[in-house]
């Protein structure tokens, strides 16, 4: 654990304001929700909570078969990680922070799917930059109770592809499937 030098008191309400340069390193926003462990030592540990995170493993088998069924690869990301990739490099995609370009769409609910020709993809990760990376991309953003919890997304790098409406499908179906499963 890193030390901060920022120390806070809790207020008569049990309250502890996390000072602003954390939350902003963290991409923590107003309202998000945060999970509280403890430790042997008596540490509490705050953690952002990821609901689809939950399904880590579920998603991890879920991303291999859309990856074996559609011979592209295969993400799925919560709010801020992609937490599982199949198909491609687990070292360039897991665990790894989005981009900012990737939560925008999340946050407005849109689906993204690349254009043919185009000279820019959009960027998953944050080690992405904007040079042209992939060849075909679909984004379906994972909704869950009216809110945007992560995305399913299917890439090619390979120069003659294209995604069509059958990717487009799989996706949009993994997504919804994947959103229903955190309304239960």
């Known amino acids: 654990m890193k030390a901060t030098g920022v120390v806070r008191r809790i207020d008569d309400l049990g309250r502890v304001v996390i000072p602003k340069e954390i939350r902003k390193t963290l991409r923590i926003k107003e309202g998000e929700p945060l999970e509280i462990f403890t430790d042997r030592e008596g540490q509490v540990i705050l953690k952002k909570y990821s609901p689809i995170g939950e399904l880590s493993e579920f998603a991890t088998g879920y991303a291999e078969t859309l990856s074996k069924t559609t011979g592209h690869i295969a993400c799925i990301t919560d709010k801020d ?9 687990k070292k360039e995609y897991l665990e790894q922070n989005i981009s900012e370009e990737l939560e925008q769409l999340m946050e407005d609910k849109e689906i993204y799917t690349s254009k043919e020709n185009s000279d820019v993809s959009m960027p998953i990760t944050k080690n992405d930059n904007s040079q042209r990376k ?13 809110d945007t919890i992560g995305t399913v997304i299917l890439l090619s790098k390979e120069s003659n592809t294209k995604m069509n409406e059958v990717e487009k499908k799989v996706a949009q179906s993994a997504a919804a499937f994947l959103g229903s499963q955190m309304e239960i």
Request: overall charge neutral.
């Open 81 to 89: 990680t992609v937490i599982a990739v199949s198909g491609g490099s």
């Open 134 to 146: 992939y060849n075909a991309q679909v984004v379906y953003p994972i909704i869950s109770n009216g």
